[in-house]
């Protein structure tokens, strides 16, 4: 009896032990986030007219997840939901966010940031933002840009404010809008300044990339926008160097903070339209700027890991690469993504994309890497960007209240590939904002519900628009991935389940458990 007490109290010692190293090992972590990119858009998931050899390369040294999953299958609410570890349908306003947006989370909710900061983390945000800023009148261009970023754990940020089709070209850094010059005051806004205010319709044949839907506001470097802007020239910048500005800065920052731990949100633009890749990616793909602006990615996160490796960092980092949602073709612009397509599969097996509850809307490349740390394979796991802020904080034995990030999933061990490690066991998907479209999957079963009468009848995707689709239909993934055949009315228990589980799910406002 004693032996045996004493064996308990020795292995608890262990335990203790163990988890203070493991826990003063405190990696730094590194999400690097696509815009747009599709499972099929990279060589690693599959892509035979496109190679992406550094995304390539940090796949055969990671892990590379079959099922891994952004939240929504459009961007602000993916980005909300990687924050705050909650579905961004749960609050209102988490759609797309408008060019005079006010921040969309509140000081004081917990996210990914705030709970790294807080424990001790140096945290920034490089690259585009498009969860609003300022307080409920919107942003102050001119003055101080607050609550953002700062205010919900980074304790820097660079950004491009939105999306770069929606104005304005500034980057904001920290609290202002970098090199504002007050004698040229910037002003954004939706309604045209003045009728001689030059826009994508009344000097179309002056752009350089011409659009094909909305997108005809104010112009800059020859293309125009959504919502229209003025002044702030010296502030201004050029969409070919997006792209170097950010690892400029990335590289920049992780130099300077590497004797701390530090969470890095590397947030790309690429491959988001207008797509206007640096000069020196224009033409080097046969898919037109579209695959020109993954070669543009891929070419990031080779700098990123290159920066990492000679900082000496690898080897106490670790690495997500994901995306923000599916693959879009002809998004606003005429830039020949859907001429240039060819035999390239975007969403790769799957059907749907941006804007849709099918696979191809939210299960996007997910790969995880650390050297050293993480044995090199394919995992079949379910896993999400929502579920980093839970697995990241047990990594690091952060304590996660139980109001807090309440639909993210401790996956911690699979994402580092532990044997026997399993991912999640359901998961919601969403379109934009409230619309009302999910998609809940549960191992090999997809249950699509759409309750938005619009959003049924348009574009699923490219074949599906205006055809009437069902407000329920059940899929069996493990065979039919791309959700072709409809299988409700033969499988009524499982249907009846899963419509009851994603009702519950929804109604309880929280999916993680309460301890
Ligand atoms: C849509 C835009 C689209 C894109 C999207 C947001 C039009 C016609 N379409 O409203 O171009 O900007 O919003 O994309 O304006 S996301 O990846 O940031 O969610
Ligand atoms: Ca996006």
């Keep these: 009896m004693k032996q045996s007490c004493k064996s308990i109290v020795w292995f608890a010692s262990i335990c203790v032990l163990v988890q203070a190293t493991l826990a003063a090992e405190r990696p730094n972590v590194v999400v690097i986030m696509a815009d747009d990119l599709g499972y099929g858009d990279v060589s690693c998931y599959g892509a035979t007219e496109i190679t ?15 099922s891994g999953y952004c939240s929504a299958s459009t961007c602000t609410p993916t980005r909300y939901s990687f924050l705050t570890g909650n579905y961004a349908f749960r609050t209102k306003g988490t759609g797309i966010a408008a060019p005079n947006n006010p921040a969309i989370i509140q000081p004081g909710t917990a996210t990914i940031a705030s709970l790294l900061r807080d424990s001790g983390y140096a945290t920034a945000v490089i690259g585009k933002w498009h969860l609003g800023l300022g307080g409920p009148d919107g942003p102050d261009w001119n003055g101080e840009l607050k609550p953002g970023p700062l205010e919900i754990g980074f304790d820097h940020c660079f950004l491009l404010p939105t999306t770069n089709d929606r104005v304005p070209q500034v980057y904001v850094q920290d609290h202002r809008v970098l090199n504002l010059d007050p004698a040229d005051p910037l002003w954004v806004g939706m309604k045209q300044p003045n009728p001689d205010h030059p826009t994508g319709i009344s000097h179309r044949d002056t752009l350089k990339m011409n659009w094909s839907h909305g997108h005809n506001n104010t112009i800059h470097n020859g293309i125009s926008r959504i919502g229209f ?4 020239h010296a502030a ?17 920052w992780i130099a300077a903070n590497k004797s701390k731990p530090f969470f890095l949100f590397f947030a790309s633009h690429d491959c988001h339209v ?9 033409g080097t793909t046969k898919l037109g700027y579209r695959g020109d602006a993954i070669a543009e990615f891929d070419w990031c996160v080779g700098e990123i890991v290159a920066t990492l490796e000679e900082q000496g960092l690898s080897e ?4 997500v690469v994901c995306s923000d949602n599916g693959p879009v073709g002809d998004d606003g612009y005429q830039d020949e993504a859907l001429e240039k397509m060819g035999k390239h599969r975007p969403a790769g097996p799957f059907r749907g994309g941006k804007y849709s509850v099918l696979e191809g809307g939210t299960r996007t490349p997910f790969i995880t890497y650390w050297k050293g740390r993480i044995q090199p394979g394919v995992s079949d796991e379910v896993v999400c960007t929502i579920d980093l802020a839970a697995s990241i904080s047990s990594l690091l034995d952060i304590p996660l209240p139980d109001a807090a990030c309440v639909d993210s999933f401790d996956v911690h061990p699979a994402l580092l590939g532990t044997p026997n490690a399993t991912g999640r066991e359901h998961l919601i998907q969403q379109d934009n904002g409230m619309a009302g479209n999910y998609g809940l999957r549960v191992g090999k079963w997809k249950l699509q519900r759409h309750d938005s009468k619009s959003a049924r009848n348009v574009q699923v995707n490219v074949e599906l628009a205006n055809t009437n689709v069902p407000q329920f239909q059940l899929y069996d993934l493990s065979v039919d991935p791309a959700e072709t055949n409809d299988l409700l009315a033969q499988e009524p228990k499982v249907a009846a389940e899963l419509k009851d589980q994603l009702q519950v799910l929804i109604d309880q406002h929280r999916s993680r458990p309460v301890k």
């Design 274 to 282: 207008p797509r206007i890749p640096h000069e020196r990616f224009q």
């Design 316 to 319: 106490n980092t670790l690495v």
């Design 229 to 232: 802007y003025t002044g702030g």
């Design 52 to 66: 992406t050899p550094h995304i390539d390369a940090l796949a055969a040294g990671g892990l590379r997840f079959t």
């Design 236 to 252: 201004r910048f050029r969409d070919e160097d997006l792209a170097d500005k950010w690892i400029e800065q990335s590289k920049a």
